[in-house]
């Protein structure tokens, strides 16, 4: 059974400072992966989609890697702004069920001004 | 329209009474998902749509839910009896089709129940 684990539950950082979040999962036979963010009260926005056969992928400030081998994603976020506050859910596609995401509970996010 | 579109956004409604959460995918996009989140807690996978038929519904968590989709576009999801423990964001999400698994899920921004 995939299991999907994000470090740490939450996380507080000034503004300006770089950061990584993990995500870790059980199975490695996934199809891909990908991160969303969640503003309180709002639904989930992709941020970063990260194929099987990819290492890692970048979209501004975001870059996030993918290590299929050891079950190991990072989310690292350049220069943080009081605006990144949110949670950050990772989710991976399974190879055997490609259709279904299977989602960590999620880190949430403070950047103090 | 530009992105998934859910109704009602917020919805309280008594125990026992039954409720009917909507959902418009994007254009385009055969397969539709639901998943529920309850306060705190992660997204739990509910049912996938391919087109107009399910062929997963593992996660309905009991015979109170239902879904269906009509069209290849509009969902609805039905929760019959509603109890407290149903309260949660029900979040719908779109793609193109499943098994074209590189494409990006793109969700909803939820319908917010509240049985009281």
């Known amino acids: 059974k995939q299991e999907v684990t994000q470090i740490p539950a939450a996380l507080s950082v000034p503004e300006g400072e770089n950061l990584v979040l993990n995500c870790s999962f059980t199975d490695s036979a996934i199809y891909n992966l990908q991160w969303f963010r969640q503003d309180p009260g709002k639904g989930l926005t992709s941020l970063l989609l990260i194929q099987s056969s990819q290492r890692e992928q970048t979209s501004g400030r975001l870059n996030a890697s993918l290590d299929k081998s050891s079950g190991r994603s990072t989310l690292y976020i350049a220069a943080s702004q009081p605006g990144d506050s949110a949670t950050y859910l990772c989710?991976?596609?399974?190879?055997?069920?490609?259709?279904?995401?299977?989602f960590g509970s999620g880190t949430r996010l403070l950047v103090r001004p | 329209g530009a992105g998934v579109s859910q109704s009602p956004s917020n919805k309280v409604t008594e125990k026992g009474k039954d409720v009917e959460l909507r959902c418009d995918p994007i254009?385009?996009?055969?397969?539709l998902y639901w998943y529920r989140q309850r306060l705190g807690q992660g997204l739990e996978f509910l049912i996938y749509?391919?087109?107009?038929?399910?062929?997963?519904k593992s996660g309905l968590p009991s015979d109170r839910f239902s879904a269906e989709r009509t069209g290849e576009s509009v969902s609805t999801l039905t929760i019959q009896r509603t109890q407290q423990e149903d309260s949660a964001v029900y979040l719908c999400?779109?793609?193109?089709?499943?098994?074209?698994?590189?494409?990006?899920?793109?969700f909803g921004e939820g319908s917010w129940l509240t049985v009281v």
């Open positions: 749509f391919q087109g107009n038929s399910a062929p997963d």
């Open positions: 989710a991976v596609r399974r190879m055997d069920s490609s259709y279904k995401l299977i």
């Open positions: 254009s385009g996009h055969t397969a």
């Open positions: 999400a779109s793609s193109f089709p499943g098994e074209m698994a590189g494409n990006t899920i793109y």
